[in-house]
């Protein structure tokens, strides 16, 4: 089984997956653009895990994700694509278990949301789920008890995540 260092070298060498300095991430404009990805790709690039999370919309357990407790100031990037979506200075501790942030990355220029969502019925909840706006990833899921200013509580799987630090 492929480990998390080799899914992140095998994606950073694709055309398609954004990187770059924190700086250059911070300041990337999303334009809208979309990426087209076959399943069985997906399944060569990502190990068993995040081809559960980010396909087929799985979960991670609570307090278990890499990402959880990380303090780092920088930027969390889609695991599936590298476009930038979370600033770690919007990211908070909710007590839920998993990642929080109260606001997506969205800089001036864009032209898009980075983020799209879907209403989820699934396990008999009504939630609103959260997916990368360029390739479809599942990150996880937004609610409405977040921290001012926006009352927003982005809770996303650390394996959603890729981080850079600033």
Same mark, same amino acid.
């Given at each position: 089984?492929?480990?998390?260092? &080799?899914?992140?070298?095998? #994606?950073?060498?694709?055309?398609? !997956? +954004?990187?770059?300095?924190?700086?250059?991430?911070?300041?990337?404009?999303?334009k809208g653009e979309?990426?087209?990805?076959?399943?069985? &790709?997906?399944?060569?690039? #990502?190990?068993?895990?995040?081809? !559960? +999370?980010?396909?087929?919309?799985?979960?991670?357990?609570?307090?278990t994700g890499k990402y959880y407790q990380n303090k780092e100031k920088g930027i969390y990037l889609c695991s599936g694509c590298g476009l930038p979506l979370f600033d770690s200075s919007k990211k908070y501790e909710s007590f839920s278990g998993w990642p929080?942030?109260?606001?997506?990355?969205?800089?001036?220029d864009d032209q898009a949301l980075r983020i799209r969502e879907e209403m989820d019925i699934s396990y008999g909840m009504i939630?609103?789920?959260?997916?990368?706006?360029?390739?479809?990833?599942?990150l996880g899921h937004v609610f409405t008890d977040g921290p001012p200013?926006?009352?927003?509580?982005?809770?996303?799987?650390?394996?959603s995540l890729y981080f850079v630090n600033e």
């Open positions: 089984m492929k480990n998390y260092e &080799e899914i992140n070298i095998q #994606l950073l060498q694709k055309d398609f !997956f +954004i990187y770059g300095s924190y700086t250059q991430l911070l300041n990337m404009v999303y979309t990426i087209e990805i076959s399943d069985s &790709e997906w399944k060569v690039l #990502l190990n068993e895990w995040h081809y !559960f +999370i980010l396909r087929r919309k799985g979960t991670e357990r609570a307090f929080s942030f109260f606001e997506p990355l969205k800089h001036p939630r609103v789920e959260i997916l990368c706006a360029r390739c479809g990833g599942h200013p926006t009352h927003l509580r982005y809770c996303v799987n650390s394996a």
